[in-house]
């Protein structure tokens, strides 16, 4: 079973910036897909990015395109999420997930497809 530890949530002002970071143990194949979702209270889970080990193709969702970049450090087994200019609406537990489907998951970053998921991370964006 794959471990996922996430690390960088926080409180930060409108406009800022965090990273989120994901180290992912215990996985069989070198070949996956690693990213986050998001989840508000009161609100659906919803993608956010995501990367493909097997060559770094990216994907992201909507609302963060142009503000988020995801990135991977292959030696540390980590992925990162910088996030910035960071809106209110952007508030969210952030949860690191992991799949092995590395061409269906990069297509539609669906929830069903992410066999691991970590603990979560809160993302606050506030005055």
């Known amino acids: 079973q794959v471990q996922l530890v996430e690390s960088g949530g926080g409180l930060v002002q409108p406009g800022g910036s965090l990273r989120l970071s994901c180290t992912a143990s215990?996985?069989?194949?070198?070949?996956?897909?690693i990213g986050w979702f998001r989840q508000a209270p009161g609100k659906e889970r919803e993608a956010v990015s995501c990367i493909r080990t097997t060559d770094d193709n990216t994907y992201y969702g909507d609302s963060v395109k142009g503000r988020f970049t995801i990135s991977r450090d292959n030696a540390k087994n980590t992925a990162y999420l910088q996030m910035n200019s960071l809106k209110p609406e952007d508030t969210a537990v952030y949860y690191c997930?992991?799949?092995?489907?590395?061409?269906?998951?990069?297509?539609?970053?669906?929830?069903?497809?992410?066999?691991?998921w970590g603990q979560g991370t809160q993302v606050t964006v506030s005055p």
């Open positions: 215990g996985f069989a194949l070198d070949y996956y897909v």
């Open positions: 997930a992991f799949s092995y489907s590395t061409l269906s998951a990069m297509t539609s970053m669906s929830a069903p497809l992410f066999s691991d």
